[in-house]
């Protein structure tokens, strides 16, 4: 009875052991992905590593919050805020239904988007359609009137000998794009 009882204290010193081990080196791995301001830093205790790592992990998060809002904004996405903003006027500007043109030259595209100033995503959509079509851009523009903005787009197919069949199809594809986008307004 008295060997079960030791073999026991023993199972559990080296289960503790093992434990504290393993727990050594995932704090050591945790406070190595952390970035140093210098390298001759004194080496922190435990509890300081964790609270350097808690802090820098909620600097990464406030970080990536900001990124986030940064990339609504450039994507238009904050159209609420605009409407609201603009609604006072008595006029919704940023739910401007957007409209297309496409003017087929031969092998020469012309692409006009007219829409509310708030919406950058569509030019984005429109301009990697026509990368993935195999039209090359030459010029892009846009100029705003009041509260509308129009993108131009000229483009040019490379393959010229499908050329009008290639400028049809990427034609069809850019105003069944903006209808289908305006449905979801």
Do not use: C, W
Request: proline share 2%; hydrophobic share 35%.
């Amino acid at each position: 009875m008295e060997q079960n009882l030791s073999s026991s204290r023993t199972n559990r010193k080296l289960m503790e052991k093992n434990r504290r081990n393993q727990m050594k080196a995932l704090y050591s791995q945790l406070n190595s992905l952390v970035p140093r301001e210098s390298s001759r830093e004194p080496a922190l205790s435990v509890p300081d590593q964790l609270d350097e790592a808690a802090s820098y992990i909620k600097r990464l998060q406030a970080s990536l919050e900001k990124m986030k809002e940064k990339r609504d904004r450039l994507m238009g996405m904050e159209r609420a805020n605009y409407i609201s903003k603009n609604s006072s006027r008595g006029t919704i500007t940023g739910s401007r239904s957007p409209r297309i043109e496409v003017r087929e030259m031969g092998s020469t595209l012309e692409v006009v988007l007219m829409n509310g100033s708030d919406s950058l995503f569509m030019f984005n959509e429109i301009i990697r359609a026509l990368h993935e079509e195999g039209a090359e851009i030459i010029n892009a523009s846009l100029s705003a009137v009041e509260d509308t903005v129009f993108h131009t787009i000229h483009s040019k197919v490379r393959d010229s000998a499908h050329s009008m069949n290639t400028a049809a199809r990427i034609s069809q594809r850019l105003k069944m794009f903006v209808e289908d986008d305006d449905s979801e307004f």
